[in-house]
C-alpha cells in the first residue's frame, strides 16, 4: 500500500501511513479499544461517506462538524479575523464543500490544537491552506504524524495578535488551552469536559481519561488552576462544545471543588 491518510474507524485518529498496524489514541489507556479489532479507513472511504457543515456560532466564529459522526465526533473552530483567520482543533472530516467555504472565508494563517482528540483531520487544512505556523505543543510531538508541525513550543506561544497557547498538561502530556483575550474565549481542550443538553451546559468536570472515568491528581488540578486563573475569559471552547455559559468564575470554581477533596471523578452541575 502506499503511503496515505488513513482514519481509525474507532476514534477518528488520522494517521499517514501505509498499513497502520495499530491506532495509539485507542492504544492509549485514555480512550477504549475497538470491540471487534481495528479498522482504518482510508480517505476516499471517508469522503464518499462523509459530509460535513459550518455554523456562525458567534460573530466571526464558526464551527466545522462532520456527518455522521467519525470517531469521536469532535468540531473544528475557525475564527475569522482581520489579520488573518486561525483554526483551533479541526473536523474528523472536511468535505470539498467545507475547503471551498474556509477558503472563502480567507483561508487560514495559523493553525493549532489541543491535543490528540482535537486534532480531527488537521492534515487536510494544512494541505489545503499551508497556513505558516502549525502549533503544537512538544510533548504531544509523538502523535503529529498525519501532519507537519512549524511551531512547537515550551510553555506559551503567541499564536496571533491577541491568541496565546497556554501549556497545562493533565488529561494529555502536551495539551495547551488557546485564549482569546479580545472575544474573552477560552479554548480549553479536555480540560474540562461539558455536558449538556440541547446546547445549554448542566455539568462540567475534569478527568484525566473519560472513557475510565480517572481522575486529575491534585497537582495536575492546580497547575490547571495555575495557568488559567490569570486568564479573562466568559466563554469555554471544549473540542466538541460551545459553552457560553462558563466563564473564568466557574472554571475555577469546577477547579477548586476537585481540589477540596480526595481525586474522584465527579460531576459539578451548572
Ligand atoms: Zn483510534
Ligand atoms: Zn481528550
Known amino acids: 500500500m502506499p503511503l496515505s491518510w488513513f482514519a481509525c474507524a474507532n476514534c477518528g485518529f488520522w494517521q499517514h501511513h501505509f498499513a497502520p498496524p495499530d491506532c495509539p489514541v485507542c492504544t492509549d489507556v485514555?480512550?477504549?479499544?475497538?470491540?471487534?479489532?481495528?479498522?482504518?479507513?482510508?480517505?476516499?472511504?471517508?469522503?464518499?461517506?462523509?459530509?460535513?457543515a459550518a455554523e456562525e456560532v458567534a460573530p466571526g466564529l464558526w464551527a466545522f462538524t462532520t456527518t455522521p459522526h467519525l470517531g469521536l465526533g469532535g468540531t473544528g473552530w475557525l475564527m475569522v479575523r482581520e489579520e488573518g483567520n486561525v483554526a483551533f482543533e479541526a473536523a474528523p472530516f472536511y468535505s470539498q464543500?467545507?475547503?471551498?467555504?474556509?477558503?472563502?472565508?480567507?483561508?487560514?494563517?495559523?493553525?493549532?490544537?489541543?491535543h490528540a482528540h482535537g486534532y480531527g483531520a488537521l492534515f487536510q487544512l494544512?494541505?489545503?491552506?499551508?497556513?505558516?505556523?502549525?502549533?503544537?505543543?512538544?510533548?504531544?510531538l509523538q502523535l503529529t504524524k498525519?501532519?507537519?508541525?512549524?511551531?512547537?513550543?515550551?510553555?506559551?506561544?503567541?499564536?496571533?495578535?491577541?491568541?496565546?497557547?497556554?501549556?497545562?498538561?493533565?488529561?494529555?502530556?502536551?495539551?495547551?488551552?488557546l485564549h482569546d483575550a479580545t472575544e474573552k474565549r477560552l479554548f480549553c481542550g479536555d480540560m474540562f469536559k461539558v455536558d449538556q443538553i440541547e446546547g445549554r451546559s448542566t455539568?462540567?468536570?475534569?478527568?484525566?481519561?473519560?472513557?475510565?472515568?480517572?481522575?486529575?491528581?491534585?497537582g495536575e488540578l492546580a497547575h490547571y488552576r495555575e495557568v488559567i486563573a490569570p486568564l479573562d475569559f466568559d466563554a469555554v471552547l471544549t473540542p466538541f462544545e460551545y459553552a457560553p455559559e462558563i466563564g473564568r468564575d466557574t472554571a475555577l470554581a469546577v477547579l477548586d471543588e476537585a481540589l477540596s477533596r480526595p481525586p474522584q471523578?465527579?460531576?459539578?452541575?451548572l
Open 97 to 114: 464543500a467545507m475547503l471551498d467555504q474556509i477558503r472563502e472565508l480567507g483561508g487560514i494563517t495559523a493553525l493549532a490544537a489541543s
Open 146 to 177: 498525519a501532519f507537519r508541525v512549524t511551531a512547537p513550543y515550551d510553555a506559551t506561544l503567541d499564536l496571533a495578535p491577541g491568541l496565546t497557547l497556554h501549556h497545562v498538561g493533565g488529561h494529555y502530556e502536551g495539551q495547551a488551552c
Open 126 to 140: 494544512q494541505r489545503e491552506f499551508e497556513p505558516p505556523v502549525v502549533a503544537i505543543q512538544k510533548d504531544d
Open 30 to 52: 485514555r480512550n477504549d479499544l475497538p470491540e471487534d479489532g481495528w479498522h482504518f479507513l482510508s480517505e476516499d472511504e471517508v469522503r464518499e461517506t462523509h459530509s460535513g
Open 203 to 218: 455539568h462540567v468536570s475534569s478527568h484525566k481519561a473519560f472513557h475510565k472515568d480517572i481522575p486529575l491528581t491534585h
Open 265 to 269: 471523578v465527579r460531576r459539578y452541575a
